[in-house]
């Protein structure tokens, strides 16, 4: 008897941390299709079916209006409202509300995943009594850096990005060439412009990493600077996927570092092994990256949908109205190869290494 409780106890060890990360995506699942959900109520549009997951119906609950379900593979969600991929003569239906109303709901899933951005983050700087700035306060015994930076620098953009927080920082000092890069700084309160800062690198994952060779100064939190600093920490986010798919695009960074769902929860349960709570700023950015990367106009998400809604608003009528269901289709079709093959890739890399 001991024994299986050894056993079982080690397997619930081995296991927790991975069921803990698929929960965290099913959360930020919930919420982007809550969004839509309640601007579609809002908005008197009728929702037939709310479904987290796909594949098989793990089990439903039927409402007077909508049909809730949970289904075994929760690689996303869907807010099936009625009108929505074809023609209805419902009154409720969404084909039949106006532009503006079909574009709220459209871009609301969305709009839930940043403010669950914000929240997420004003929860994990809630903790301590202060927060760390751009200004540097130290350096590390024989810096390189130092025979340019000075104490008192406040750090304003690297490399031509302009970065307000120490984690667009941390950012900036991923994947350069060589070992130097251009900053600018607010020395004795002038905007000062420094050419080729030399700091030490190191090689991680293939890539060549920057080694902050300093210390950056903190400042005592109050209502104020909790406030301010949760938004600027949390459009950090929002910036730092901006540039990671600038990134992927212009070939700073290749396939091979990107991530799919398996790539993701493989993070967050090594993560969650180590503190659970390091869970909150990778959650933050994932919600942050799934509420930005769905507003990209390619069809089958919700930005390619908003796309066309514009389109009406601007024309005063439907553009590609019988084609457009096909286009959204072809579009999902594409992305669920992409999403095989980034998780085939994950899967890969788990294996052998």
Excluded at 293 to 300: E, G, K, R, T, Y
Excluded at 301 to 328: S, T
Aim: hydrophobic share 50%; glycine share 8%; net charge positive.
């Amino acid at each position: 008897m001991s024994d299986f409780f050894s056993a079982t106890l080690s397997v619930l060890n081995a296991v927790w941390p991975y069921a803990l990360a698929i929960l965290c995506f099913v959360f930020l699942i919930i919420a982007h299709e809550f969004g839509h959900f309640i601007a579609a109520r809002i908005m008197g549009v009728k929702v037939n079916e709310f479904s987290v997951g796909f594949g098989p119906t793990l089990f439903k609950i039927k409402g007077k209006k909508t049909d809730f379900f949970v289904k075994a593979i929760p690689l996303g969600g869907y807010c099936a409202m009625e009108g929505e991929d074809e023609d209805s003569a419902h009154p409720d239906a969404f084909c039949n509300k106006k532009p503006w109303q079909r574009l709220i709901i459209v871009v609301m899933g969305a709009t839930f995943n940043l403010l669950l951005g914000v929240i997420i983050v004003a929860i994990m700087l809630a903790p301590g009594n202060a927060f760390v700035t751009n200004e540097i306060s130290s350096f590390d015994k024989n810096a390189v850096s130092s025979q340019s930076l000075q104490k008192g620098d406040i750090i304003v953009e690297i490399g031509g990005r302009p970065v307000n927080t120490p984690t667009e920082i941390a950012y900036t000092f991923t994947n350069v060439k060589g070992n130097t890069l251009n900053l600018t700084v607010i020395r004795d309160g002038k905007t000062t412009e420094l050419k080729e800062v030399k700091f030490n690198t190191f090689k991680q994952d293939g890539y060549n990493m920057i080694t902050a060779d300093f210390s950056l100064k903190a400042v005592k939190k109050n209502f104020g600077n909790y406030i301010t600093t949760t938004f600027k920490t949390a459009f950090s986010y929002v910036k730092i996927v901006w540039w990671s798919l600038v990134d992927l695009i212009t070939g700073r960074y290749g396939i091979s570092a990107m991530s799919g769902p398996v790539g993701a929860t493989a993070v967050l349960g090594s993560v969650a092994r180590q503190n659970i709570l390091n869970l909150l700023p990778i959650c933050a950015l994932l919600t942050v990256n799934l509420g930005i990367f769905n507003l990209l106009p390619i069809p089958a998400l919700d930005g390619g949908r908003a796309l066309f809604i514009l389109c009406e608003i601007i024309f005063r009528r439907p553009i590609l109205k019988k084609q457009e269901p096909f286009i959204h289709t072809v579009g999902f079709i594409l992305l669920f190869v992409f999403l095989i093959v980034i998780s085939g890739k994950d899967i890969i890399q788990l294996i052998f290494g």
